[in-house]
């Protein structure tokens, strides 16, 4: 078996049409995939101010050098990396290392900002105090300092490691439990430019798999080994996951089609639910909301 | 018989198998969600495996 394109030893096979690539025929096919991904839906353009969320893992890692090395063409384009610091023990700390690793190499500036500064409590410490699910506390406040900390740095994006898998979960999860109208605020780029409180998120790697990612971040070495939130429960999602998993390894290809498909209808969605989104702004931090006070906010009072 | 190191959960097996494509069939892990390697070598799905072949699944998928 060799590499499709060169004859060299391969490091990945697809299932979808029998082949494989080697090293460098991978790095050039991943490239252009996400070059084509970011052309395609206009991700970046020249003067943008980029925050890229990362967390250490090998999504968010690959994102962040996706950008740089555009970035490092296009000299009018910023970059910082944010990193948020829930205080989860034995687990932030040690992604948090591979995050300031490669930052440092590539020269790229890191901000980190940590639950337990801004909010007064770590993760671990906030599920003690307010009984609640450990993934809606973080997903929730870690949003929020995202937003918040991108106006701060005067970005007008956020970049996230959102690839095929995440929103392929998303798209099955929002049909079987027909939430289609959550759907429709989905997408490679999502937010509209209204004013400076909306900062458009940005998703280079959306039509890129796990496992290309997992073995670009290997091959590059960015992460440093296994490791899992403590807190990762079996979720709804952890269950479509492996769901999609299994039918995706005995039918290859299903993932990718249920997002091009996906693709195919969202500019219908977003129509029809265009008038549903109503803008508010929370009545205690001014960002903004769905009801009167943000889900963040309220939190933060459960908290005092 | 090949030593087989899973990462995700910390352990070493032995298990025969004649490819890395049954390996991870015999083991239920899809083959999308790991890369194997043997020597630290990347070795993809239709790879033949020796006896005594020193491998280690690696889990791409995360949780977090
Ligand atoms: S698994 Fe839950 S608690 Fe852990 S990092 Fe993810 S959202 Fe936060
Ligand atoms: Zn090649
Ligand atoms: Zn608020």
Redesign the interface.
Known sequence: ?VCKHCLSK????F?INST?LCKSCFFRYLESKVKKTISKYKLIEPKDHIVVAI?G???SLTTLSFINKIANKQRTIKITAVLIDEG?SN?RSKTIVDAKKFCKKNKITLKVYSFKKEFGFTLDQMIIKLKMKPCTICGVLRRYLLNTKSQLLNANKLATGHNL?DESQSVIMNQFRNNVEISARMGPITGVIINKKFIRRIKPLYLC???E???F???NGFIS?????P??EQSYR?DV?DML??F??KYPGTKYSIIQSFLEILPLLKNKYKSNIRLKYCISCGEPTSKEECQACQLIKKLK | MARVYIDKEDRIITIAAGTVRELLQKLKIPSNTVIVTRNDEIIIETEKLNQKDNLKIIYVVSGG
């Open positions: 078996m391969p490091v990945i096979y299932p494989q967390s893992g090998k999504d989860i687990y898998e798999t796990e496992k990612i997992g073995l971040a290997f091959l080994g296994y490791h899992e939130c807190y990762a952890q996951k998993n299994n995706d390894e």
